[in-house]
């Protein structure tokens, strides 16, 4: 099922620097560019689909931020 482009502002305030890393940034950056219509990486791989590879990227980064937030969250809950 494809996925609709995240909120990205929204979602880089909340997690941004704790969660995040280059790698995920740049990774972040690569889906926004398959998502431009008129990007030149999008149409290097319209053979492959841009918004479903974009989909793939974003999801990832997402549940990479979202599982770095969730175990800060637990190991301050342990040196509480």
């Known amino acids: 099922m494809r996925r609709s482009a995240p909120r990205w502002s ?3 305030e909340k997690h941004c620097p704790h ?3 280059p790698a995920s940034r740049h990774v972040k950056m690569i889906a ?8 030149p ?3 290097a ?3 492959y689909d841009p918004d479903h590879l974009a989909s793939s990227l ?3 980064v997402l549940e990479l931020w979202r599982a770095r ?4 969250e637990l190991e301050g ?3 509480g």
């Not at 926004?32 to 990007?39: N, V």
């Not at 937030?69 to 800060?72: L, P, V």
Request: charged share 40%.
């Open 77 to 79: 809950n342990d040196n």
């Open 58 to 60: 974003e999801t990832t």
């Open 45 to 47: 791989v319209m053979a």
């Open 41 to 43: 990486l999008r149409a």
């Open 19 to 21: 969660d995040t890393d």
């Open 10 to 12: 929204k979602v880089y």
């Open 32 to 39: 926004e560019a398959l998502r431009g219509k008129r990007s």
């Open 69 to 72: 937030a969730r175990i800060r």
